[in-house]
């Protein structure tokens, strides 16, 4: 059975937490890639960044709803979310804007298991993890290509 080891790609083209957000879009045109591993400068990950991380930048910002009653002001979302969406749109590194809750796999999991991790999680590109390095990753082409041989 083919394993992560067997179809990941190991020259991984990734960013670090404090790539600029410029920067970030010309690799994205120049790559050829969706999405990227951030990572730490001792290949450490610490996230993942992808195309729609970028182009979320330039949506508008919604305004929490807010009722006021007797000199009381209600949120009826959460504070904290609008903070950290403030904090995307005007980001400009990547580490403000990349996921840091990432699914991972190391070079023994297994092709379905990608599938799955993949499937349940939404995720289009599962960084595989040696030793709390990245040592390659497995995209949905990479699994393609793999039911092909």
């Keep these: 059975m083919l394993k992560a080891k067997d179809i990941m790609t190991r020259e991984?083209?990734?960013?670090?937490?404090?790539?600029?957000?410029?920067?970030?879009?010309?690799?994205?045109?120049?790559?050829?890639?969706?999405?990227?591993?951030?990572?730490?400068?001792?290949?450490?990950?610490?996230?993942?960044?992808?195309?729609?991380?970028?182009?979320?930048?330039?949506?508008?910002?919604?305004?929490?709803?807010?009722?006021?009653?007797?000199?009381?002001?209600?949120?009826?979302?959460?504070?904290?979310?609008?903070?950290?969406?403030?904090?995307?749109?005007?980001?400009?590194?990547?580490?403000q804007i990349c996921a840091t809750d990432v699914v991972t796999c190391d070079p023994e999991t297994t092709v379905p298991q990608i599938a799955q991790l993949m499937t349940e999680n939404k995720a289009h590109l599962i960084p595989v993890l040696e030793q709390d390095k990245v040592v390659g990753v497995v995209a949905r082409l990479d699994i393609i290509r793999a039911m092909g041989r």
């Design 12 to 95: 991984v083209i990734s960013v670090s937490p404090e790539t600029q957000i410029e920067e970030l879009a010309r690799l994205f045109m120049e790559k050829g890639v969706n999405a990227m591993p951030v990572v730490t400068e001792d290949n450490k990950l610490f996230g993942i960044v992808t195309e729609t991380d970028l182009v979320a930048q330039d949506r508008p910002l919604h305004i929490p709803t807010v009722i006021n009653i007797f000199d009381w002001v209600i949120y009826l979302q959460s504070q904290k979310d609008f903070a950290e969406e403030v904090e995307k749109i005007t980001a400009q590194q990547v580490g």
